[in-house]
C-alpha cells in the first residue's frame, strides 16, 4: 500500500530533550515536506526537500533540522525542543515539485514539550 | 501578503442536508486551488484540485467551484453523511514552483 508513515505517532518530552519524528514514504517521491498545525493558524511548513541532499527552509524553520540522506526517509530533528514547539507534525510527499502533483500526507505526529 | 481565510470556521447540519464551505485568497501567481478533508487525528487527504480554467469540478457528493477573478472558491457538500464530519482546508498552490497557502480549515460537524 502507498503511504506516507511517520513515527511515533505521540510523543511527550521535556524541555531540551533532542528528538527525532521519522518520515517515509514506500512512492519514490522526490519532493517531502514537514508541517506543523496549531490551532488558528493552519498548517506551516516548516522544511522541504525537493530530492536527496536537497534541503531548503519553510516558513517556520526555527528550532528545526532535516536531512534527506536517501530518498525514502525525511527525518525532522529537534535538538532542543522547546514548549512552543508543542504541536501536530505532519509529513507529507509528492512525486516532484512541480505544481499539478497531489501532496499526500502521513498521519501525524502529536508532540507536547513540557 | 499571500493569504487564504476560509469560513465559516465551524459548522453543525443535519445529516442529508447540504452545506457550502468557503475559501477567499489573496495569492500571486495564482496556480492551483486544493480542498483537503483531513479526519480528526488523521492527515489531510485531497478532494479536488482546480486550475485557473476551472469553474467547477465533483468527486462524488463534492463540488467545488472557483472564481479566479473574485478570488473565490467553494466545496459544496450533498447529501450529508455522517462520515463527512472533519476539517475541510483550502490550499492554494502560488506560482510554478511548490510554495502553499493554507486556509484555517472549516470544521463540520454532521449530527444524525
Known amino acids: 500500500e502507498a503511504q506516507v508513515t511517520q513515527n511515533p505517532r505521540y510523543l511527550i518530552t521535556v524541555t531540551g530533550k533532542k528528538l527525532t519524528v521519522t518520515c517515509s514514504q514506500n512512492?519514490?517521491?522526490?519532493?517531502m515536506s514537514w508541517y506543523r498545525q496549531d490551532p488558528g493558524l493552519g498548517l506551516r511548513q516548516i522544511y522541504y526537500?525537493?530530492?536527496?541532499?536537497?534541503?531548503d527552509k519553510g516558513d517556520v524553520p526555527e528550532g528545526y533540522k532535516v536531512s534527506r540522506k536517501e530518498k525514502r526517509n525525511f527525518p525532522l530533528i529537534l535538538e532542543s525542543p522547546s514548549p512552543n514547539q508543542t504541536s501536530l507534525y505532519f509529513c507529507?510527499?509528492?512525486?516532484?515539485?512541480?505544481?499539478?502533483?497531489?501532496?499526500?500526507f502521513g498521519p501525524g505526529t502529536r508532540l507536547t514539550v513540557t | 501578503k499571500n493569504q487564504v481565510e476560509q469560513s465559516p470556521q465551524s459548522l453543525i447540519i443535519l445529516e442529508g442536508k447540504n452545506c457550502t464551505l468557503q475559501?477567499?485568497?489573496?495569492?500571486?501567481?495564482?496556480?492551483?486551488l486544493r480542498w483537503y478533508k483531513q479526519d480528526t487525528g488523521r492527515g489531510p487527504v485531497s478532494l479536488t484540485i482546480?486550475?485557473?480554467?476551472?469553474n467547477t469540478k465533483s468527486n462524488g457528493r463534492y463540488t467545488a467551484t472557483l472564481d479566479a477573478d473574485t478570488k473565490q472558491s467553494s466545496l459544496h457538500i450533498t447529501a450529508s453523511q455522517l462520515s463527512d464530519s472533519a476539517s475541510y482546508i483550502c490550499?492554494?498552490?502560488?506560482?510554478?514552483?511548490?510554495?502553499?497557502?493554507f486556509g484555517g480549515g472549516t470544521r463540520l460537524m454532521v449530527k444524525p
Open positions: 507529507a510527499s509528492q512525486l516532484g515539485a512541480g505544481s499539478s502533483y497531489e501532496q499526500y
Open positions: 512512492m519514490n517521491h522526490e519532493y
Open positions: 526537500s525537493m530530492n536527496v541532499e536537497v534541503t
Open positions: 475559501c477567499n485568497y489573496t495569492v500571486s501567481p495564482f496556480s492551483n
Open positions: 482546480m486550475t485557473f480554467s476551472e
Open positions: 490550499v492554494v498552490r502560488i506560482g510554478a514552483g511548490n510554495m502553499l497557502t
